[in-house]
C-alpha cells in the first residue's frame, strides 16, 4: 500500500550540482506532479504531467526540467542547483484533474 | 497561494471544536479540498467537497461552502492532540492546477 514514493527523502547539494528527484505511484493514476513547498507560501506547482507522454510548466517552472518515463514514474531534474532552490519537493498523483491528489512524503532539499 | 487565504495559526483546547476557515477568489472553482500536513510528511487529503454542495459531513469533520462569499470552512469536533498539525484548503478550476491556502497551523492544547 505504497500510494506515492518519493526518494530520496534529504539531500545537500553544493551551488552548481545537477540532480534528480524520483517520484513514483502504485495507484494507476494518469496525472502526477511536482511542488515545491516554502515557508509561508504554501505550496507551488512546478511541472506537471496530465498523461504519459505529456509534460506542462506549472507556476514555477525555471531551473528545472521533469520527465514522465513511464505511467508510473515521474522525475525532477535540478540542472545546476541554486540556493533559492532550497525547498521541500512534494510529488504528487490523481486519476485526472478534478479528482484528489494524493502525495508523497516529500524530498528535503537543501543548496549551499 | 495568493489566490487562496488562511489564517496561520489557531489554538484550541483538547476536546473543543476547530475552525478553521479559508476565503477563495475564483468563482468556476469545481472542486475545494483540505489536506493535512504533519511534521514531516506530505499532505494526507482530509476530505473536499464539489462546488455545487454547501455541506458535507464525514465523521468528526464538517465542511461547509458558501459560495456567494466564497468561503470555506472545516469544523473538527472533539479536537485531539492529534489533531495538532498545519491544514491547507486547495481548489481546483476544473484544470490540473490546484490552488493552495498558505496553510493553518493548528495548536491544541491538552
Known amino acids: 500500500n505504497a500510494g506515492v514514493t518519493q526518494t530520496p527523502k534529504f539531500q545537500v547539494l553544493k551551488t552548481g550540482q545537477s540532480m534528480t528527484l524520483q517520484c513514483a505511484q502504485d495507484m494507476n493514476h494518469n496525472s502526477m506532479y511536482w511542488y515545491r513547498q516554502d515557508p509561508g507560501m504554501g505550496l507551488r506547482l512546478i511541472y506537471y504531467?496530465?498523461?504519459?507522454?505529456?509534460?506542462d510548466k506549472g507556476e514555477v517552472p525555471n531551473g528545472y526540467n521533469v520527465s514522465r518515463l513511464n505511467k508510473r514514474e515521474f522525475s525532477l531534474r535540478l540542472e545546476s542547483a541554486a540556493p533559492s532552490q532550497t525547498s521541500v519537493y512534494f510529488c504528487?498523483?490523481?486519476?485526472?484533474?478534478?479528482?484528489?491528489?494524493?502525495f508523497g512524503d516529500g524530498t528535503r532539499l537543501s543548496i549551499l | 497561494g495568493e489566490d487562496v487565504e488562511q489564517s496561520l495559526f489557531l489554538s484550541v483546547r483538547e476536546g473543543d471544536s476547530s475552525v478553521i476557515n479559508c476565503t477563495y477568489t475564483d468563482s468556476s472553482s469545481t472542486y475545494l479540498y483540505w489536506y493535512k500536513q504533519e511534521p514531516g510528511a506530505g499532505l494526507q487529503l482530509l476530505t473536499y467537497i464539489f462546488s455545487n454542495m454547501d455541506m458535507k459531513q464525514d465523521q468528526r469533520l464538517t465542511v461547509l461552502l458558501n459560495k456567494k462569499d466564497k468561503h470555506l470552512s472545516l469544523r473538527i469536533a472533539d479536537t485531539q492532540t492529534g489533531d495538532s498539525a498545519i491544514y491547507f484548503c486547495a481548489e481546483s478550476r476544473g484544470t490540473y492546477k490546484y490552488i493552495f491556502g498558505t496553510g493553518t497551523r493548528l495548536k491544541v492544547l491538552a
Open positions: 504531467s496530465a498523461s504519459e507522454g505529456t509534460t
Open positions: 504528487a498523483s490523481n486519476h485526472d484533474e478534478n479528482q484528489p491528489q494524493h
